[in-house]
C-alpha cells in the first residue's frame, strides 16, 4: 500500500512531462560529474604511478653507482673546511660579543661616522646543533672609497661572513652581516 505521498509524487510524475525531463537531465548531470571525477582520479593516480616509477629508477642507478665513497669522502673534506671558517665561542653571548667587538674596531678603524650597531638574537642552523647564525645591522656613513675598502675588509676575513643585504646612498649606507659560530662550551 502506498502512501499518500507516494501517490501524489507518482501522479505528479505521470502528468507532467517537464518533471520527467528535468529529473533526466539531473541524473546525467550527475553522471556526467561522476564521469569527470573518475577522469580526475585516474590521472592522478597515473601520476603517482609514474612518480614512482621515477623515483625506482633513480634509487636502484644510484644503488648500482660505485662512486659513493669517494663522494662521501669529499662531502667530509668540505666540511671540515667549512667549520675551519666557523667562528668559534664558548657561549651564546660570547659569540655576539666577539661579534660586535669585531665590527666595532672596523668600524673605527674605517672611520665610519654617525654609527649604529645593532646585534641580533641567534638563530640555530638547521641540521647542526652547534652552530648558530649571528646577525648584525650595521649603519653609518662613509665615503665611496672608504666603503669599498670597508667591504674588502669583510670579504678577505678569514672567518665566514655573509653579507644578505646592502644599501649604499649619498655616503650612508645600511649592512645586514650574518655569521656562523660554532659554540662549544653551552649545552645545547
Not at 590521472?43 to 662521501?72: C, I, M, S
Not at 653571548?93 to 674596531?105: D, M, Y
Not at 645591522?137 to 665615503?143: A, I, Q, R, Y
Amino acid at each position: 500500500m502506498m502512501t499518500p505521498l507516494l501517490v501524489q509524487i507518482r501522479s505528479e510524475w505521470q502528468r507532467s512531462s517537464l518533471l520527467r525531463w528535468s529529473a533526466l537531465a539531473v541524473a546525467l548531470i550527475v553522471f556526467f560529474y561522476l564521469w569527470l571525477l573518475g577522469g580526475d582520479l585516474n590521472r592522478d593516480l597515473e601520476a603517482k604511478v609514474a612518480d614512482l616509477k621515477g623515483q625506482q629508477t633513480t634509487l636502484v642507478a644510484l644503488q648500482n653507482e660505485v662512486f659513493w665513497p669517494d663522494r662521501a669522502q669529499l662531502a667530509r673534506s668540505f666540511r671540515v673546511q667549512l667549520e675551519s671558517r666557523l667562528w668559534q665561542a664558548e657561549t651564546k653571548g660570547l659569540a655576539q660579543a666577539n661579534l660586535q667587538s669585531w665590527l666595532e674596531r672596523l668600524l673605527r678603524r674605517m672611520q665610519v661616522t654617525r654609527m649604529k650597531l645593532q646585534i641580533e638574537t641567534l638563530q640555530r642552523v638547521d641540521g647542526l646543533d652547534d652552530v648558530w647564525q649571528v646577525d648584525a645591522l650595521v649603519e653609518g656613513s662613509l665615503g665611496p672609497a672608504r666603503m669599498i675598502d670597508l667591504l674588502k675588509e669583510i670579504e678577505s676575513h678569514p672567518l665566514l661572513i655573509v653579507i644578505p643585504s646592502f644599501d649604499y646612498e649619498r655616503r650612508k649606507f645600511t649592512l645586514q652581516l650574518s655569521t656562523y659560530v660554532q659554540v662549544t662550551g653551552e649545552k645545547l
